[in-house]
């Protein structure tokens, strides 16, 4: 079984293979053991009567006695069978069927026991069907004790009434027919765990293998909200993401605009989400349709405007969860040489210029959520932006990475890799992110790791950025990607 409790689908699958069960073993039992019952009949019948004489007449009384009794097991079987056939049938009614007949057996064995004077035959029979129908019938341990109770009452009845021993030997007598019941009851216990236990390993493997098919189609939803790396223009941008699982909270969106003076802007947004996987994946889905709408209704907007915009949606629809995000808006202006940054609560960014000097772009604001929209100040910085300028921006899941003797990257570690690495523009992400995966040892990421490097090349061609001749990179080009 799952650990903890059952839960209701659980619970409703685990009743519904037991229904299915019980019908197929219920027409099995019947077809083989009332075999067997209706071929002994049938026999005693044909020696009752090949044993009468002249000298020795028919009673009529017991040979009437006794033909009510098989009477009443055939209809018990006939029954039985007709409820494992009917595919209808409910399953209240199968275990009625499977647990009358076992019953109806017990009180047919007691009355036979008397009529036919079977000694402790009865008792033996009695042990050995039970035995077999909690074996073969997914009962219940309560099920199981259900025929025996039923033999016991007739049974004791039967010794009461014959009147011919003690009390205590008829207590005794009781006792001892209750005792016969209780290896099935034994049987039909562990069985039941057993199975409930089986069944519930098949349950979470098969939701796993679920849940698995449904990650990798949100995780394919997820990332084509991703925009398509641009290797062209003015401005040019590159990514590499990690998450920590099939799905994470990290994300980025770019908008691309051309005025009708013929300048460019290229707007930048990173969102890091609080906590990881589906929770993260399904707040950022929600924010990507706030930003999508905020850049449709005005592709100029500018990044105070943006991060506004984002803390006032975080604080009334989702601090009320303890959710909460950082974002880091940018607006590059191609014409003006300028970039216009918001910062709320997100990790520095680092501006690179072309003479190999690094500048830190620091947080302007609060964490997004944090404080009521009157509140909140973006407080908008300008920097310059020239050719041969670049712009490394990040989630924490890079700065936060442990080695293997638990020594935390940090901000200053960072930013020593972006300083060593010397790489052309354009491979700057895909090195870095090789970079933090070789510091923790190639070990899976402990969160979501997002490295986006925007690109002002020297002489560039003044073309409007596009990324539909490429794929996102969150599939076809990660790097040091954890194993599913």
Not at 308 to 316: A, D, E, M, P, Q
Not at 402 to 417: A, K, N, T
Not at 426 to 454: C, K, S, W
């Amino acid at each position: 079984m799952p650990a903890g409790p059952e839960t209701i689908e659980f619970r409703r699958e685990f009743v519904q293979a037991t229904h299915g069960l019980l019908r197929k073993r219920l027409r099995h039992f019947v077809v083989i053991v009332g075999g067997i019952w209706a071929l002994v009949a049938m026999i005693g019948w044909v020696s009752l009567f090949s044993r009468q004489t002249d000298a020795d007449p028919i009673r009529i009384w017991p040979i009437i006695w006794r033909a009510v009794n098989d009477l009443i097991m055939l209809a018990a079987f006939v029954a039985a069978l007709w409820i494992g056939l009917d595919k209808r049938a409910s399953k209240r009614a199968a275990i009625a069927a499977s647990v009358g007949l076992i019953a109806v057996y017990g009180v047919h064995l007691s009355v036979s026991h008397y009529a036919l004077d079977l000694g402790s035959w009865s008792l033996i029979m009695f042990l050995v069907i039970h035995l077999l129908a909690s074996a073969h019938f997914p009962w219940t341990p309560m099920q199981s004790l259900v025929p025996l109770v039923a033999f016991v009452a007739v049974h004791a009845g039967y010794v009461i009434a014959d009147g011919t021993s003690g009390p205590l030997q008829d207590l005794f007598s009781t006792v001892f027919s209750a005792l016969v019941g209780v290896p099935g009851i034994v049987v039909c216990s562990v069985q039941h765990e057993w199975r409930q236990h089986n069944f519930g390993y098949r349950f979470v493997h098969s939701r796993y293998g679920r849940l698995r098919d449904e990650l990798a189609s949100a995780r394919r939803i997820h990332e084509a909200m991703f925009p398509a790396p641009s290797t062209d223009g003015p401005i040019q941008l590159s990514y590499r993401y990690e998450p920590m699982r099939h799905i994470g909270g990290d994300y980025l969106h770019v908008c691309s605009h051309e005025r009708e003076d013929g300048s460019k802007l290229l707007s930048v947004v990173v969102v890091d989400v609080t906590g990881h996987g589906i929770p993260a994946a399904l707040t950022v889905n929600r924010l990507h349709g706030e930003v999508e709408l905020l850049f449709a209704a005005d592709p100029e907007v500018r990044p105070g405007d943006v991060l506004k915009h984002l803390n006032r949606y975080v604080h009334l629809t989702l601090a009320k969860h303890s959710i909460y995000a950082t974002a880091l808006c940018m607006r590059f202006d191609s014409t003006r040489n300028e970039l216009e940054v918001a910062n709320g609560g997100h990790p520095p960014a680092f501006l690179l210029g072309a003479d190999g000097t690094i500048e830190e772009i620091a947080s302007t604001s609060f964490v997004l959520g944090a404080c009521r929209n009157e509140e909140f100040d973006p407080a908008p910085k300008t920097y310059p932006f020239h050719m041969g300028d670049s712009v490394i921006a990040y989630t924490d899941g890079a700065i936060e990475a442990r080695s293997p003797d638990g020594r935390m990257l940090r901000i200053e570690g960072f930013r020593s890799m972006i300083a060593s690495k010397g790489l052309r523009a354009g491979e700057r992400a895909a090195a870095l992110l090789q970079a933090v995966a070789e510091y923790r040892g190639n070990a899976p990421t402990e969160d979501d790791t997002l490295i986006v490097e925007i690109h002002r090349p020297i002489g560039s061609r003044q073309t409007q950025v596009s990324g539909a001749q490429s794929e996102p990179l969150t599939t076809t080009a990660k790097v040091a990607q954890s194993p599913p």
